[in-house]
């Protein structure tokens, strides 16, 4: 009986450490990042697949280059499934690059003068070293 009262003692231990480290304000900030991230590149691989990629075929003549194809010997070599990988990845992070930037320069950094680090135009201390810094 002794050792189940043990047992449960640590149980309850690992609920309590378990609980404190899952809810903590970074860990549920970092879970809304991850979910908010995974939705935001569904939206965004919709937009190049799906807007893009039909303008490049308004020109090309076709939106998906996979079936391109060089025969050598007994082998296949799908270079057009490389190049439409490619343009993906180039429409996607156009596509971020367009949506991240004027938030970027929409929140006014500065620049720690110990440790190089941005902060926040408005913090008064660097979250990197814990400088105290002048107010801009």
Do not use: W
């Not at 050792?3 to 609920?15: C, E, R, T």
């Not at 991240?100 to 929140?107: C, D, L, S, Y």
């Amino acid at each position: 009986m002794l050792g189940m009262l043990k047992i449960l003692g640590m149980l309850k231990s690992v609920y309590v450490e378990f609980r404190q480290f899952a809810f903590r304000g970074n860990m549920l900030d970092l879970a809304v990042g991850i979910i908010l991230g995974i939705a935001f590149g569904g939206m965004v691989n919709s937009l190049a697949k799906d807007v893009f990629l039909n303008i490049v075929a308004a020109f090309a003549g076709r939106p998906d280059f996979s079936q391109l194809t060089v025969h050598l010997g007994n082998g296949v070599i799908r270079y057009g499934a490389f190049l439409t990988s490619v343009m993906n990845f180039l429409i996607v992070t156009l596509a971020m690059f367009l949506i991240v930037r004027p938030v970027n320069r929409a929140q006014p950094y500065k620049e720690c003068p110990y440790c190089m680090t941005e902060v926040s135009a408005d913090a008064t201390r660097c979250s990197a070293c814990t400088s105290r810094l002048q107010a801009v």
